[in-house]
């Protein structure tokens, strides 16, 4: 049993290390937010932005180097994939604000919580597309570890 754990670890290796940072990058954005929000009293909406661009500009440090080890420094991919990641990001923050706002302001849920809510989803589509499009190896279509690109390649 415990063989079959580390070869399930193993395999999705960046998952698993992409939820740690990820819970690291959700913990910044949900803590700026309630400082943002209870001490220094700002509005939902731009707590939610703010707390937004803090947590991004952690994701894509950490995403690069540590979860996709993306190793292409040049100036060129660096950009590219700088780009593309607050791209998909500025994408899954507009649905962060648009949650956020529903919930909050139109419904008046519990503001934590949908914080919350809110990063599980975008953290899911984030996920997907930074391995998949952001981070991938640019002389392959997906990552070798990826069991589509497998299936791609093997032509099953």
Request: glycine content about 6%; hydrophobic content about 55%; some cysteine.
């Amino acid at each position: 049993m415990l063989g079959g754990m580390r070869a399930i670890v193993r395999r999705h290796k960046d998952f698993f290390i992409y939820m740690i940072f990820g819970a690291c990058a959700t913990a910044i954005n949900m803590g700026t937010y309630a400082l943002l929000r209870r001490p220094i009293g700002m509005a939902n909406v731009p707590a939610t932005i703010l707390a937004w661009v803090f947590a991004v500009t952690f994701a894509f440090f950490t995403n690069k180097v540590i979860v996709f080890s993306s190793k292409d420094f040049t100036r060129k991919n660096v950009l590219v994939e700088l780009v593309a990641f607050f791209s998909c990001r500025l994408a899954t923050g507009v649905l962060d604000v648009f949650v956020m706002w529903l919930a909050v302001d139109v419904l008046e849920l519990t503001p934590l919580l949908w914080k919350f809510i809110s990063n599980l989803i975008a953290g899911v589509i984030n996920f997907t597309v930074g391995k998949l499009l952001i981070f991938r190896k640019r002389n392959r279509p997906f990552d070798s570890d990826d069991a589509g690109s497998r299936t791609l390649r093997n032509g099953r």
